[in-house]
């Protein structure tokens, strides 16, 4: 009896710090009841999924702007209306309403709508990496049953590669620069324009890629977070609701995809552009007084490595908060941003699998610039050895995580190792006397350059593919920019220029998957057994 009145206990306490965090942050306040009624209404109606926010802030805020993009603004309520419109398109194609649809698209309301849309139907939701190449994304697009694609003109070409084999996938074009394609979101938009979608009692997944260890991007699917995620985000970084965010970071990957879902709960207004600019970005903060900035690590070398006049041309003195994550950041630039603009990064560490992790403010930023941070409410983090054993502070192991924000597996049916209830995370690092989280690397071979997982072993075939190439190993060499870079070894069989190698691996693998450099050797170094001795290639790329 003492321990159910403790839990009860328990429980009443944090809904109370709950409630307490949303009204801090703007999202309780004095609305009329029957507008909470709508809202809840609206989040039913949705199933609770992550695109509720965008329901709920159409009844909160329908005439206030909810998404900025090149093409201009789009209210809360138009957002409402043109995702119906779209769901209801979507629902009337020859072949019916798909099951699973793929969205291949940059950051505009063409991706924002399909994702709304397909929601509202009930679809399953595949992001796709839009530097994918065509084997790659024939490969995931088959394993996935995709039956309709959603894409951006620029990916025509990559897009009908892939779907050779699929030619009953419905093909929809989300941003287009020559208006020649017969079906578009627009023209969809249009034409259903006023009809609602018959609602669909399925609940629709999101479905993240992630790369399994063969190189393969592979599925990922988890239940979602309970409160204690919410509220840890808004007790650690300044959202306030009803405010101005600009997110840059691309939206089909985890990081872009929940700051987009998050903006969308808060109401606040989301305002984005397809490729990334740096100069651009800061004219967007100024312009809009943006509160926040969710980008990749990245960008914000790209910012500072403007010249300083161009830099002299802009304040960004409104940011409370520029949020990032995906790949390490270099502790010079997180240092020179925050002179510049403000006391405002804001470090997060996250997996598709396990969503958000652990998150460093700007005081532990200042204190240690490459920390990952402390851990999120709701989450633990054990550094374990090889034999499960928990490591002292300061000594490096693999990081298991536990938290609400549970994977439910890869849609393959296979899922990540797990001990005693952990999760882990496939990466190495170590905690400090204060609690902060380093992570210093793999547990594997993963290279991660600029935010993206690249496993050498899907490079390393590509190249020995090619008919004048004998063998070939890659491996990560340290990098300021990106983290780490792409560098390759290669026994010819023939001659062969490095660039033509280069060009070769670009037209079967995603861009980022490139080798920055390919040094030419007579021979592969090896250990006796005779596997590839990657310690003195490294040796050797580090000079």
């Known amino acids: 009896m003492a321990g159910q009145l403790n839990n009860a206990a328990g429980q009443l306490t944090g809904a109370a710090g709950l409630a307490n965090t949303m009204r801090r942050a703007g999202l309780l306040t004095a609305l009329r009841p029957d507008k909470y009624l709508r809202i809840a209404a609206m989040m039913a109606r949705e199933n609770m999924s992550v695109t509720s926010g965008f329901a709920s802030s159409a009844q909160r805020c329908p005439d206030r702007a909810g998404l900025i993009d090149e093409l201009g603004t789009l209210t809360w309520r138009q957002l409402d209306q043109r995702a119906d419109a779209l769901a209801a ?40 990496n839009t530097s994918f190449a065509g084997p790659a994304l024939a490969e995931v697009v088959t394993r996935e049953a995709v039956d309709a694609i959603i894409f951006d003109e620029e990916f025509t070409a990559t897009v009908d590669r892939a779907l050779a084999d699929r030619p009953t996938a419905a093909r929809i074009v989300a941003w287009t620069d020559t208006h020649a394609h017969e079906a578009t979101v627009a ?14 009692g399925a609940k629709s997944r ?20 309970g409160p204690e995620v919410l509220k840890s985000i808004l007790d650690r970084t300044p959202w306030h609701a009803e405010e101005r965010v600009v997110i840059v970071a691309p939206m089909f990957h985890a990081w872009g995809f929940s700051q987009l879902a998050f903006a969308a709960s808060m109401a606040c207004t989301i305002i984005t552009r397809r490729k990334f600019d740096p100069e651009a970005t800061l004219e967007l903060i100024d312009r ?24 002299r041309r802009y304040d960004g003195r409104s940011l409370r908060f520029a949020a990032a994550s995906g790949s390490r950041m270099r502790p010079d630039v997180v240092t020179k941003f925050m002179d510049r603009f403000g006391d405002v990064i804001y470090n997060n560490y996250n997996a598709t699998e396990a969503g958000m992790i652990a998150t460093a403010t700007p005081a532990d930023l200042r204190a240690a610039p490459d920390t990952a941070g402390k851990p999120a409410e709701g989450t633990d983090i054990r550094i374990l050895d090889t034999d499960f054993n928990e490591l002292p502070t300061g000594e490096v192991g693999t990081i298991y995580v536990r938290n609400s924000t549970q994977f439910d597996g890869y849609t393959s049916g296979s899922t990540k190792d797990f001990h005693d209830g952990y999760m882990c995370s496939g990466d190495v690092g170590y905690l400090d006397d204060a609690g902060r989280l380093f992570v210093v690397g793999r547990d594997d071979e993963m290279i991660v350059s600029g935010g993206e997982n690249v496993y050498p072993i899907e490079v390393e075939k590509v190249l020995a593919g090619h008919p004048d190439v004998a063998e070939a190993a890659v491996i990560g060499v340290d990098d300021e920019q990106f983290g780490q870079r792409l560098t390759a070894f290669v026994v010819l069989a023939n001659p062969v220029a490095p660039d033509e190698l280069k060009t070769y691996v670009r037209e079967n693998l995603a861009n980022y998957k490139v080798p920055r450099e390919i040094t030419v050797l007579d021979e592969l170094p090896r250990n006796n057994t005779g596997k590839i001795a990657r310690r003195a290639l490294q040796e050797r790329a580090n000079g």
């Open 89 to 128: 398109a979507l629902q009337a194609l020859p072949a019916g309403a798909p099951q699973v649809v793929g969205i291949m698209a940059r950051n505009h309301r063409g991706f924002v709508l399909s994702l709304i849309a397909a929601n509202r139907i009930g679809a399953d939701v595949l992001l796709l």
């Open 187 to 200: 023209k969809f938009v249009d034409e259903f324009e006023g009809k609602q979608p018959q609602r669909s």
């Open 206 to 225: 999101v479905i993240l890629l992630t790369s399994g260890t063969t190189g393969t991007p592979k599925g990922a699917k988890h239940s979602g977070g």
């Open 288 to 311: 809009h007084r943006a509160t926040g900035l969710c980008v990749v690590p990245v960008m914000f070398d790209r910012i500072i490595d403007l010249p300083d006049h161009v830099l």
